[in-house]
């Protein structure tokens, strides 16, 4: 079974201060890991998803095997990052087959001024 | 194409009616995943279409739940006999296929309330 665990429901950080947004994975297929980001009134949106190693918005994220981890990482947080964050997982190679996403039960981050 | 659509975006039914929703994707999207979210939950997966074909089913789509995509274009999904513990966000999202496939686009969301 498919578990993605995100420790913290809520997460406040000043602006200019790093930020990271911890996400751990039970698996015993190869994942593939994202990010999904929801602001205020709008709709769930993919952030970035591990295989693209793309920095989006500042915000980056490593797929650590070893840990079961791919927590998300900004070095210098801005007031337009409050958001819920949602990560997320599914098989690499479903090939059609079992293709749903796995979220976990997302943290809200707030950047204080 | 201004992205997924669904409607109603709210409704309120007495237990024991039955509801029906509806997804618009993306025009050329040939995938189709309806998920649900409860309050301080993230989004649960129920179900997905490739074309006008279910192909994979949660354990959380009861008998009650229906859900279709009869010419490969938009979808619906049905509860009947509501009970007050369906009540949630219902999100649709849509994706292209492989190769070029993984984003999923959502939709933003029908909320029910069972009362």
């Known amino acids: 079974a498919q578990r993605v665990t995100q420790p913290e429901k809520l997460l406040s950080v000043f602006k200019g201060a790093p930020v990271e947004l911890k996400c751990n994975y039970s698996?015993?297929?190869?994942?593939?890991l994202f990010w999904y980001v929801q602001y205020s009134r709008q709709r769930l949106q993919l952030l970035l998803r591990?295989?693209s190693r793309e920095s989006i918005k500042g915000f980056t994220a490593d797929l650590n095997k070893g840990e079961t981890s791919f927590h998300l990482k900004k070095p210098f947080a801005q007031e337009e990052d409050s958001a819920m964050y949602y990560c997320a997982l599914r098989d690499l190679y479903s090939g059609g087959g079992a293709d749903g996403l796995t979220f976990g039960k997302g943290t809200h981050l707030i950047i204080q001024p | 194409d201004t992205g997924v659509s669904q409607d109603p975006r709210h409704k309120i039914t007495k237990r024991g009616q039955n509801v029906t929703f509806r997804c618009d994707p993306i025009?050329?999207?040939?995938?189709l995943y309806w998920y649900r979210q409860t309050l301080g939950q993230g989004p649960e997966f129920l179900t997905y279409f490739q074309n006008e074909a279910q192909l994979e089913k949660s354990r959380l789509l009861s008998d009650r739940f229906s859900a279709e995509r009869p010419k490969g274009s938009f979808s619906t999904l049905e509860i009947q006999r509501t009970e007050q513990g369906d009540s949630a966000m219902y999100l649709c999202?849509?994706?292209?296929?492989?190769?070029?496939?993984?984003?999923?686009?959502f939709g933003p969301g029908t909320r029910l309330t069972v009362t």
């Open positions: 591990h295989i």
């Open positions: 025009s050329e999207h040939n995938r």
């Open positions: 999202a849509s994706s292209l296929d492989w190769p070029a496939r993984y984003e999923q686009y």
């Open positions: 698996y015993s297929g190869s994942p593939e």
